[in-house]
């Protein structure tokens, strides 16, 4: 299984910085015919199922806000998030769906 | 809203078959454009996949469960369903439906349900 590994755990940001969190693909997610990665980010608020940040690594869910970016391609991917907000405060998966099973990174908590 | 998660029971004994239902909105149960999935979250852990079904009754598995699971749907109720026999306490956890995009064999998930959770005890 493709495996997933998130840094850091745990991340305390003040509110108004950025936060940077990473995901670490033990196989690439490039598809080399179409130069895309196959990588999701979602974000989990206690009590909540995930909802959907970005797919493709970069594109944005529609209703996202833009200060939440996807960069990175292959094996290392990055999700930062611009200008924290009170309501961020939440846990971050990556998602991988290149290979099966689907799989996803151990999460990253993000609080102020 | 799009995936409602039904009743189900929350507890189940071990070695009996754990049974949940994911009613969907009638305007894209059919529809080519999306798959539907099953992922399950232990308490204070990850998320792991269980596996996924298309809207005309193909089905991807997750193979460390695959011994175990079913899933199915059934466009005319309007709903897809999950079962997963011989339950252990390993299988105590939150578990979601949710919506999925590009590929049944390799897409993400834009909507999930509330999730259930699911102890099984002896």
């Known amino acids: 299984d493709v495996v997933l590994t998130q840094s850091p755990d745990y991340l305390a940001v003040s509110l108004g910085e950025r936060a940077t969190i990473n995901c670490k693909s033990s196989?690439?997610?490039?598809?080399?015919?179409?130069?895309?990665?196959?990588l999701a980010w979602y974000q989990q608020k206690p009590g909540q199922p995930p909802k959907l940040l970005l797919y493709w690594a970069s594109t944005r869910e529609s209703g996202v806000p833009d200060r939440f970016s996807g960069s990175g391609s292959g094996t290392d991917f990055t999700l930062a998030i611009n200008t924290l907000q009170a309501e961020d405060v939440a846990i971050y998966f990556c998602?991988?769906?290149?290979?099966?099973?689907?799989?996803f990174g151990g999460g990253t908590r993000v609080e102020i | 809203q799009l995936l409602v998660q039904d009743s189900g029971p929350g507890m189940v004994k071990t070695s009996e078959t754990l049974s949940l239902t994911c009613n969907v909105s009638?305007?894209?149960?059919?529809?080519?454009?999306?798959?539907w999935g099953w992922i399950r979250q232990s308490p204070g852990k990850g998320l792991d996949w269980i596996g996924s079904v298309s809207y005309n009754g193909n089905t991807l598995l997750n193979a460390s469960l695959k011994s175990r699971v079913s899933i199915s749907i059934d466009t005319s109720e309007n709903h897809f369903s999950l079962h997963l026999s011989s339950v252990t306490a390993a299988d105590t956890a939150i578990y979601y439906c949710a919506r999925g995009r590009y590929l049944i064999e390799g897409g993400w998930f834009d909507s999930w349900g509330l999730g259930k959770l699911v102890t099984v005890s002896s």
């Open positions: 009638a305007a894209f149960i059919r529809s080519s454009s999306f798959f």
């Open positions: 196989q690439s997610l490039l598809y080399r015919s179409t130069y895309k990665d196959y």
């Open positions: 998602q991988q769906y290149y290979y099966t099973p689907l799989t």
